[in-house]
């Protein structure tokens, strides 16, 4: 198992430019989510997924899209880039856990987005 | 929102020396994860806890559940230059989709 991968490791945009990060899991887990971390700031959650079709947002979804069309793949859409954008992403999934409780996450090994 | 508070923020110890440190949140939590980073990589899940008063090892790392379910403990023993990272507390209470996460705490281990 590859686990959860991400694309690209790094990537440089001017502000207004979109982009999608990447991201996908061999692990058939139904739970996707993304966070961006920023120093100081711990991981905060962005947009997750309970499964294909269904998604919903997290703390700080402001200036991100994110579907699920298969249960692989969970891609984070940034329609105008902004240099509050500038941060660390990471998509993480894990087993969806009965009512009431929560499975462990595991995480990809992150995107860092620069915005000038 | 709901938010944990992990401490401490930072630590500076000796290579040998044993380290604590907490997450405490004002709601009941069911499940509380133990995770750590290393520079330029994700976070690495180290220990799962999912009972009130639940004790669990991994090697050098113990964590706890607390009784209240309102904290957990990690606890790092004869600490070595490979456990220098961030270590983050992540929790989920009743009725959410989401973990909460601890604002991490960065341990920096001098030889």
């Known amino acids: 198992n590859a686990g959860v991968t991400q694309t690209p490791k790094f990537q440089v945009l001017k502000t207004g ?3 999608t990060l990447q991201c996908a899991q061999d692990m058939n887990h139904e739970y996707m989510s993304w966070y961006r971390q920023d120093p100081g700031m711990g991981l905060r959650l962005i947009h997750y997924s309970v499964g294909a079709g269904i998604t919903d947002q997290g703390e700080v979804p402001n200036g991100y899209n994110v ?3 298969t249960t692989e793949d969970f891609p984070l859409r940034l329609l105008s880039a902004a240099p509050s954008q500038t941060s660390v992403y990471f998509c993480a999934s894990s087993y969806l856990a009965p009512q009431g409780q929560f499975y462990e996450q595991y995480f990809g090994p992150g995107t860092r987005l620069t915005v000038t | 929102g709901q938010q944990l508070n992990q401490s401490p923020q930072s ?16 709601s009941i939590f069911n499940t509380w994860l133990w995770y750590k980073q290393d520079p330029g990589e994700g976070p690495v899940l180290l220990i799962a806890l999912y009972k009130a008063g639940e004790l669990t090892s991994n090697g050098r790392l113990t964590a706890q559940f607390g009784i209240t379910r309102k904290d957990s403990f990690l606890n790092i023993s ?3 230059p490979s456990d220098v990272g961030i270590y983050f507390c992540a929790g989920h209470y009743q009725g959410a989709q989401k973990l909460v996460f601890g604002q991490g705490t960065r341990l920096t281990i001098n030889p």
């Open chain 2, 78 to 80: 004869a600490s070595i």
């Open chain 1, 17 to 19: 430019q979109s982009m």
């Open chain 1, 67 to 69: 579907s699920r069309s």
């Open chain 2, 11 to 26: 630590m500076f110890i000796q290579e040998g020396e044993d380290v604590s440190m907490n997450c405490t949140s004002s």
